[in-house]
């Protein structure tokens, strides 16, 4: 799922535990003039552009009802994101009634306060029940886990991973070459100066070396253009593998996957 997650937005932090990105990268914010939310012009009235959701098992179509739409539709967020640009996912990629999706992104934190009247329901649906007031619990203390000692004849690798993302730049479903050539500078050049053990190397999709292409692959970190309907329906693979790239640090135990489905992907690997 695309939907992105910024610590200044608690109403949505519970989206962390599904893999969903959160607070920007410390220390590398970016500012960004940010306007009131903008009107979108319209020729019709919103009824007669309201989306066929008849035949839709999906949490968007669930709560998007036509007095919403007429709500929202002339709405968008400073960088220009609208209520279509949010559904359109979920509209193009039905469901079934035993594969029940989220359908729909955000492209930049605005979008959750600008309409949240969809996405409250949405997470609160989604979470099984999640107030627009509610703080997801973090507690990264090592010491309380219990078990996880693995059988090594079953289990070759383990991974732990998140999404994080960069403030004052668009997501992924929205944002232009240039903000995800952003994205990647930024990025790759805080990991570029880690030191210890998280020292390591990042490596441009589109300026690899056959053989580091062929370590990565057997590595098992090459990650492939998004193939999946709900993620090219949401624009997720425009442009493709520009200003995409994979960092590891030498014991290859930690990874950062850039600009793949969110802006940042950090993972943890035991092999």
Not at 147 to 171: A, H, P
Request: proline share 6%.
């Amino acid at each position: 799922m695309a939907f992105a997650r910024f610590a200044t937005y608690p109403k949505v932090a519970a989206l962390a535990a599904t893999g969903i990105t959160a607070a920007a990268v410390a220390g590398y914010y970016l500012n960004r003039e940010k306007n009131s939310a903008s009107s979108v012009r319209r020729l019709y009235p919103p009824s007669a552009n309201f989306p066929d959701l008849t035949k839709h098992h999906n949490c968007m179509a669930k709560h998007l009802t036509p007095s919403l739409y007429a709500k929202l539709c002339d709405k968008s967020t400073s960088n220009g994101f609208t209520l279509d640009n949010i559904i359109q996912t979920g509209v193009d990629n039905p469901g079934h009634p035993f594969i029940y999706t989220v359908g729909c992104v955000a492209g930049d934190e605005e979008c959750y306060e600008v309409f949240k009247d969809l996405f409250d329901p949405i997470i609160d649906d989604r979470h099984g029940g999640y107030a627009p007031d509610a703080i997801h619990p973090t507690d990264l203390d090592a010491s309380k886990i219990r078990g996880g000692v693995f059988d090594s004849k079953y289990v070759l690798s383990s991974r732990v991973r998140t999404g994080r993302s960069i403030r004052g730049l668009s997501l992924p479903p929205a944002t232009d070459r240039a903000e995800r050539r952003e994205v990647e500078r930024v990025v790759s050049s805080a990991l570029n100066g880690l030191s210890g053990d998280l020292n390591g190397k990042y490596y441009p999709l589109n300026n690899m070396s056959d053989k580091e292409q062929d370590q990565l692959i057997e590595d098992h970190f090459l990650f492939d253009k998004p193939v999946s309907p709900l993620l090219t329906c949401s624009g997720m693979a425009r442009d493709w593998p520009d200003a995409r790239g994979i960092f590891h640090n030498q014991d290859k135990n930690f990874l950062v996957w850039v600009n793949e489905e969110d802006h940042t992907r950090v993972i943890s690997q035991i092999t």
